[in-house]
C-alpha cells in the first residue's frame, strides 16, 4: 500500500492531552526524549525576555511537574494555545521516534496547522537516535518560539462584557469569545459574500472542508460579525463556535510575529531545506509539495501564523500526487481524521484510514545515545520519524 502519514492540529478541546502524554512519560524507553525535552524548554524561558517569558507555559520545570505529578494541575491545563501548541508537538514527536515500529510503506506526509511541524519530522529520514533527538531539538525550539511570537502579536480590544453575555445566553456550547471561531454550514462563496461588507480585518484562516470554515481576527470584530449575522446563521442552519485557541492563527495580523521570529533564528538553530525531505511533505496553503522549499523554517512560521489552510485542496492534491491508498492519523486530535475524509468523499482513488495505534509495539533496546542532544541552539542534522500516538478524548474543531 501506499500510505500518507497524517498529523493533527489544535483543536477544541485539550483535556486529553496530559493523560496522553503522561502515558508516554511513564514508558521507560522514553526517559532520554523527556529529560531532553525538558532542558530545550528551559533553554527557550531563558531565551525569552522575561515579559516574554510568562507566555510560555510550560516551561520544562513547569511539565515534568505536570507529568510526575498523580493529579491534574491546579485549574487543569491553561486554555491557551502555547500550552496546547507545545503538548500536541511534544506528544507527536515522542510517537515518532526511530526507536518505534512504524510503516514501512509510508509515501508522503501531511499536517494540519501546528501538525505540519511533525510532518516534517516524519518526512526528514533519521534513522539514529542522537540523530533525531538533534533535530526534534530544533523543532521543538521553533515550535516554542512560533506560539510564544504568535501570542505575543494577538492582542486586541477587550470585548464589551455586554455582548460577551449576549452571546453567552444564545451559545451555550462554545469557548468564550476569542480570536478564532468555526463557522460550519455555509459554503465559500457565501461565507465571502457576508465579509465582503463586513470591513475589518477579518479573514478566513482555515478552509477545512466544503462547509467547514474557521476565521480569524480581533474577538471584537468576530463577536459583531456574529451578532449581526445571527439570523441569517439560524436562516441557513449554520453554526457557529468560537475556538479555546488564544492565537488568531493562518491569519495576516500574525505578519509582525513571523517578522520577529527572524531575530530568534539563532537561538532556534537551522532545519535542513526541503531538498532534504525524503518523503514529499505537503504545504497547507496551496497544493504544493515542500521539497522545493528552501527555507522549511520559514515555511512553517508562515503557514502557521499568516497563511490561510486550504485543505480540500491540499488534501485531494496529495492523494492524487502520491497515489494514497492509505492515511495512518498520528493525531492526536480526531480534526484532521474528520476533515479529510470529507474532502475525499468523492475522490476517484478509495483511500482506507488507518490508526496509528497499531503500530505501537514496545521500543527496542538500545540507541538511547546522547542524553542532553536535545540542548544547545544550532545543532541540526536531517531526521525523519513515523509514529504510533494514541488518539486523545474530546471535541477536536481543528483550527490551529
Known sequence: MRTMLLFDGLGGANDGLLPALRALYTIPANATYFHATFRVLDEVAAHLAPADRVRLCPDGTTLRQWLTSTTAPPGGIPRDSVT?????????????????????????????????????????????????????????????????????????????????????????????????????????????????????????????????????GPTVELLDFYLRHEATFARTGATWAFLNNTIPFH???????????????????????????????????APRDLRGA???????????????????????????????????DHGPGAGARRFTKECLRDHPRRVAFESAQQFSTPPVSGGQRAMSALSGPGRTTPGNGIGAVRPVPGDHRAGG
Do not use: K
Open 84 to 216: 496546547a501548541g507545545l503538548c500536541i508537538h511534544v506528544h507527536q514527536a515522542c510517537q515518532l521516534q526511530p526507536v518505534r515500529r512504524h510503516p514501512d510503506d509510508a509515501v508522503a506526509a501531511l499536517g494540519h496547522s501546528i501538525g505540519l511541524l511533525a510532518a516534517v519530522l516524519a518526512g526528514l529520514g533519521v534513522r539514529r537516535t542522537d540523530e533525531y533527538l538533534e533535530v526534534a531539538a530544533v523543532c521543538l525550539r521553533l515550535a516554542a518560539i512560533t506560539l510564544v511570537r504568535g501570542q505575543q502579536y494577538a492582542g486586541g480590544p477587550t470585548p464589551d462584557p455586554g455582548a460577551v453575555d449576549q452571546y453567552r445566553t444564545r451559545v451555550r456550547r462554545s469557548a468564550p469569545p476569542g480570536p478564532m471561531a468555526a463557522l460550519t454550514g455555509l459554503r465559500r462563496e457565501e461565507l465571502d459574500e457576508l465579509l465582503t461588507g463586513a470591513g475589518g480585518t477579518i479573514t478566513v484562516s482555515l478552509a477545512n472542508a466544503a462547509r467547514a470554515h474557521v476565521l480569524s
Open 251 to 285: 491569519s495576516p495580523l500574525l505578519l509582525p510575529a513571523v517578522r520577529r521570529i527572524a531575530g530568534d533564528r539563532d537561538f532556534v538553530g537551522q532545519l535542513p531545506g526541503g531538498d532534504r525531505l525524503r518523503l514529499p511533505v505537503y504545504a497547507t496553503d
Open 294 to 328: 528552501p527555507d522549511l523554517m520559514d515555511e512553517f512560521c508562515q503557514q502557521v501564523l499568516s497563511r490561510p489552510v486550504e485543505w480540500e485542496q491540499v488534501t485531494r492534491h496529495a492523494v492524487t500526487d502520491s497515489a494514497i491508498d492509505r492515511i495512518v
